[in-house]
């Protein structure tokens, strides 16, 4: 496999993470989406990586499975806080969060 064919699946998942969170109201969905947007992320880090024969972009990977683990734990913490407090995660009913 070469470049190109790491370059078109990050893009095709880069895609369809961005049209999760585009087109979905779910907030769970969106945030699962945005995971999917920072693995294709890693893809191109490691395929340049692998390109190069250089490591650094295997610790630019490292560095954001750190970012996505802090991004879902988070952002499952504020949701399950949301629900509880609303009964709902759909983002049109979510208007302000000080409610």
């Known amino acids: 496999m070469g ?3 790491y370059l078109v699946l990050a893009a095709a998942m880069f895609l369809v993470g961005m049209a999760g969170v585009v087109i979905r109201r779910n907030s769970l969905i969106m945030l699962m989406s945005i995971e999917i947007m920072l693995c294709a992320v890693n893809v191109v880090f490691a395929a340049y990586s692998r390109m190069h024969g250089d490591l650094s972009g295997h610790v630019f990977v490292l560095m954001n499975f750190a970012v996505a683990a802090a991004e879902a734990a988070i952002g499952l ?6 629900y509880r407090l609303r009964r709902t995660v759909n983002v049109d009913e ?4 000080m409610e």
């Open 94 to 97: 979510l208007k302000t969060l």
């Open 77 to 82: 913490a504020i949701l399950v806080e949301i």
């Open 3 to 5: 470049l190109t064919h």
